[in-house]
């Protein structure tokens, strides 16, 4: 059983869309998500520095629309399930045909907006923790005020928030954790840093007619099936301020029964951590055109069910 999944902001790297734009039709697609949106995708994906795709408000759009257009890519796709990791929920939404691809990317180019302003407010941050007992992890990141944002599984969890708070880490690190890296975002996402930016997220949503998913989506906020379109826009909304729990995910697709994992552009830092947490499922990350090959060879040996 395949399982298709979408990475999340910090995922991004300078000129990585630029080999996906030489596919054909490619070009086109991303002009006219561009113009949908007002922002110019190509651009971003190709041109812009590591400082310039940091920014939440472009960042975001541009990793759904390079998830989008790398599964697009792969041709006759049919999963057993989808997901994505924080902004990656929005590709997985187009990926069910909840949403379709340039409603998720309005939604999403709001979303990274509303989440810029919130992050302005207060200098705030994220930061991975690797290694360390959970347990031991969230119980002294809430003595330091930090939220674990995202439960990845494997040994990884993240802390967000207020610049000191993450500084007050790195001197002080959990018992276990071997390293602090901090994180190529702008601001304490999942967090009730966010909270300004779920209203407005809100009214957006209000737009949309959500059908039901037509493969098995899976949450991040509790690593549940959902089944009903509705719910699943709800659920975008709300886990802008609430905690990414990956590692339920990846629970639940060992129960559903997962052989493979693909993650759509730019993959690795998933199937990294499925590697770890999911021994002998096998992954490809879609990094470059180049992964095509061995993601359509995946496809045809591991059919959905």
Known sequence: MLVLVAPGQGAQTPGFLTP???LPGAADRIAAWSEAIGLDLAHYGTKADADEIRDTAVAQPLLVAAGLLSAA????VSPGVVAGHSVGEFTA???AGVIDDTAALRLVRTR??????AAAITPTGMSALLGGDPETTVAHLEKLGLTPANVNGAGQIVAAGTMEQLAALEADKPEGVRRVVALK????FHTHHMA???A???EAAKELSPAAPATRYVSN?????VTDGAEVVSRLVGQVANPVRWDLCMETFQALGATALIEVCPGGTLTGIAKRALPGVATVALKTPDDLDAARTLIAEHAAV
């Open 200 to 202: 407005k997220l809100e």
């Open 112 to 117: 990274g907006l509303a989440m810029a302003e």
């Open 73 to 76: 890519a792969l041709g006759e």
């Open 196 to 198: 300004p930016a779920v």
């Open 185 to 188: 975002v702008a601001g304490a």
């Open 221 to 225: 906020k509790d690593g549940q099936v």
């Open 20 to 22: 996906w734009l030489e």
């Open 93 to 95: 939404a187009a990926f």
